[in-house]
């Protein structure tokens, strides 16, 4: 492939896997079994990114493993319904394209483990969006790093990556852990933990005691410590499939004060112009928890939930779409609060339950934070 013979977007896409094997000192590649591409916005991306895409696959890149997309920067069905600006919509047309002609699935998703695809315990992949990544590698036990846009869109097109960090097993030690001392109820408080603790730990990986949590609240403990730190590997004692400490790792104990203070520090305080839910993407008993609410009570502010197209067919088929509308809210596919464009959309006051979409909404979307459980922000 490095050598040109299987043609030139294999050496191109080689030549990005060799280079980042020097840089960490990978002694061979290793196959894996799937790719998730991120770098799917035209928000993110831009025209830079659209014009490599589109060079990409006029020169017939192809994928050569299963290998699927993060979010996008719209719903592709509803955009207008959306609100999303004409010119943004075609730009974010032509990514997908791009992406469409090389093979890749378009799931648009960043929870592609709720969509059936679920990497085994010690399985290799190359995922990127750093939710998916820390959920792999943590609840899944599956061996990936923290991919780049273009390392998994290489790995996708030559089927290998580099083998080094949490490819091997030998790395997978946490190195802090946490004595949970907070009595944990609701899936925003995991949210909210994950965001304390990603800012103490940063690139460290860290090691729970043991506590009950539902695949729900280790989806949103581990996307929020990777927005507030980069965490791309966490254990939960008793619960992740592997728990692995180091002998000297530093302790750290979470208490309720930690818990109330963070809360206080993320909200605004302030009422919503707009809730987002689903961050990362939810999960058909998220929206049915949303619908079984919102059926007794009606908002107060305008909301979207956030999930994966395949995710949103089922919702419809079981007349999930309807009870939402009807109670202000739209149920949104292919994309998500923070990759959209929500300031040109005239929002100000983003309402989220989620740490790492409270994270980021301020930065990248220029938005106050109205930071909460479901039951708080939908009722402000
Ligand atoms: Fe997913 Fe967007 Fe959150 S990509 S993890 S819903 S910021």
Not at 291 to 300: A, C, N, R, S, W
Request: some cysteine; hydrophobic content about 40%.
């Amino acid at each position: 492939m490095l050598d040109g013979e299987l043609g030139e977007t294999k050496r191109t896409a080689m030549e990005i896997l060799t280079a980042l094997g020097r840089i960490y000192n990978a002694e061979k590649m290793i196959p894996v079994s799937s790719a998730q591409v991120a770098g799917v916005s035209y928000k993110t991306i831009g025209d830079a990114g659209l014009e490599y895409l589109e060079i990409m696959a006029s020169k017939g890149a192809k994928v050569s493993i299963p290998t699927f997309l993060n979010p996008a920067g719209m719903d592709v069905e509803q955009w207008k319904e959306q609100g999303i600006p004409k010119e943004f919509a075609e730009k974010q047309i032509h990514i997908l394209d791009a992406y469409k002609k090389m093979g890749i699935m378009s799931t648009y998703t960043c929870t592609p483990y709720q969509i059936g695809i679920r990497p085994g315990k010690g399985e290799h992949i190359a995922w990127a969006e750093s939710s998916a990544v820390a959920f792999a590698n943590s609840v899944l036990g599956a061996r990936t790093n923290r991919e780049g846009g273009p390392s998994a869109l290489s790995a996708g097109i030559c089927g290998v990556t580099p083998y080094y960090g949490l490819h091997i097993d030998e790395n997978r030690v946490a190195g802090v852990k946490v004595k949970i001392e907070a009595n944990l109820k609701s899936d925003n408080d995991f949210g909210t933990m994950g965001y304390f603790i990603g800012r103490e730990v940063g690139k460290r990986y860290p090691a729970f005691s043991k506590i009950k949590a539902s695949e729900i609240q280790l989806k949103l403990l581990g996307a929020a410590m990777a927005a507030s730190g980069a965490v791309p590997l966490f254990y939960v004692e008793g619960v992740t499939p592997e728990y692995i400490v180091s002998d000297d790792a530093e302790e750290i104990i979470f208490t309720d004060d930690d818990l109330k203070k963070m809360k206080e520090e993320i909200d605004s305080g302030e009422k919503p112009d707009l809730v987002t839910l689903g961050c990362p993407h939810a999960s058909i008993e998220e929206i049915k928890r949303v619908v079984e609410l919102v059926k007794e009570k009606k908002p107060t502010c305008k909301f979207w939930i956030c999930t994966a197209r395949k995710t949103k067919e089922k919702a419809e088929e079981l007349g999930y779409d309807k009870i939402i509308k009807e109670a202000g809210g739209i149920l949104v596919a292919d994309t998500c609060m923070v990759v959209c464009p929500l300031k040109e959309m005239g929002f100000n006051i983003t309402g989220a339950n989620s740490g790492k979409a409270a994270k980021y909404l301020p930065n990248l979307c220029k938005q106050k934070v109205a930071f909460g459980d479901i039951e708080d922000i939908l009722y402000r």
